[in-house]
């Protein structure tokens, strides 16, 4: 799987805990102030999922509360 390099999350509200994320063509990686990463795939937590998480990242606004309302432990790996 290919990745695209790890981005700054924009983090237009300035209140998100989230620091970095990288996008490959069928998942997300987060990762998070502090230190942890979470990778989301199509499977955990699903294609629609993921797709709107990237949409977000990009966005720079909402990923976190999506995480925290729509996904919130069904990430495929945690490291």
């Known amino acids: ?6 981005s700054v999350y924009r ?9 970095y994320y990288a ?6 990686r987060v990762w998070y102030e502090s ?3 979470y990778e989301y795939d199509g499977v955990r ?6 797709e709107e998480m990237k949409r977000l990242a ?14 919130r432990e069904n990430y495929a790996r945690k490291f």
């Not at 799987?1 to 790890?6: A, H, L, Q």
């Not at 996008?23 to 997300?28: F, K, T, Y």
């Not at 990009?58 to 996904?71: E, F, P």
Request: glycine residues 12%; contains cysteine.
């Open 45 to 50: 937590p699903g294609r629609a999922h993921v």
């Open 35 to 37: 230190g942890v990463a």
């Open 11 to 19: 983090n237009c509200s300035g209140s998100s805990p989230i620091r």
């Open 58 to 71: 990009s966005q720079g606004q909402g990923l976190a509360t999506y995480i925290s309302q729509h996904v």
């Open 1 to 6: 799987m290919t990745w695209t390099p790890r």
């Open 23 to 28: 996008i490959s063509a069928s998942a997300i």
